[in-house]
């Protein structure tokens, strides 16, 4: 049986380093690190279990790499979002996106909110 406590925190660590960009996100790893030692030292689990754990990880990451498309939205090399560099043009919105989500929504309110032209009427 494979470990999930192993798995879920090497899952969390995967996502901490994907997700960040710090000089010190691959200290994630040690959380996986720290359960597979836990989880053999209170006989929760043996060491091919927490083995199994990581297995079922990577594979259940590889899986859903291969079936999701690259995002589109990538900023281009050398390019960099953020107050410094000075940010590139933005990426292009995809048809029916949160964009179009965002006008459908406010296409649907009522006309009441006042404009800028109405508030420095005032």
């Given amino acids: ?3 999930l406590h192993v798995a879920w925190a090497a899952w969390c660590a995967a996502a901490l380093v994907t997700a960040s960009r710090g000089r010190w996100r691959h ?28 297995a079922v990880t990577g594979l259940g990451l590889l899986a859903a790499r291969a079936t999701t ?17 000075p940010p590139c043009s933005p990426p292009p919105a995809r048809p029916g996106g949160a964009g179009a989500l965002n006008v459908a ?3 649907s309110r009522p006309a009441t909110v006042a404009t800028a032209q109405e508030l420095a009427a005032v």
């Fill in 27 to 54: 200290l994630a790893w040690l959380y996986p690190a720290a359960t597979a030692v836990v989880v053999l030292a209170t006989a929760n689990h043996f060491v091919l279990d927490a083995a199994a754990g990581l």
């Fill in 105 to 107: 929504f406010l296409a």
């Fill in 69 to 85: 498309r690259p995002d589109t939205t990538e900023p281009v090399p050398g390019c960099r979002y953020g107050p410094w560099p």
């Fill in 1 to 3: 049986m494979p470990s």
